[in-house]
Nanobody, 118 residues
């Protein structure tokens, strides 16, 4: 399984970006697709998660501003970032967790940098 993230860039505060993560390989019928981020000097944090059971979750800091959605027909997960703030500056990583019975496997994209200028 390979993940290719794209869509990062430089944007002014209040602006928008859309991140994409194309997933190749088999990820089975039960999985989660997520976006994490790591800001300078901080630990990696979960930003948004979408599960094959239809559940979706967001970090409190991005609720109402970011939207995660997935296209299961081509295994792509997107993150729409609106009303960006300076503190959203980070490297964003996509993740797929594949479930098989009681086991799970994690796969990561290479990261895409989002820089928000104040």
């Amino acid at each position: 399984v390979q993940l290719q993230a794209s869509g990062g860039g430089l944007v002014q505060a209040g602006g928008s970006l859309r991140l994409s993560c194309a997933v190749s390989g088999s990820i089975g019928s039960m999985n989660t697709m997520s976006w994490y981020r790591r800001a300078p000097g901080k630990q990696r944090e979960l930003v948004a998660i979408s599960s094959t059971d239809g559940s979706i979750g967001y970090a409190d800091s991005v609720k109402g501003r970011f939207t995660i959605y997935r296209d299961n027909s081509d295994n792509t997960v997107y993150l729409q970032l609106n009303k960006l703030k300076f503190e959203d500056t980070a490297v964003y990583y996509c993740n797929v967790r594949k479930y098989s019975g009681s086991r799970s496997s994690d796969y990561w994209g290479q990261g895409t940098l989002v820089t928000v200028s104040s």
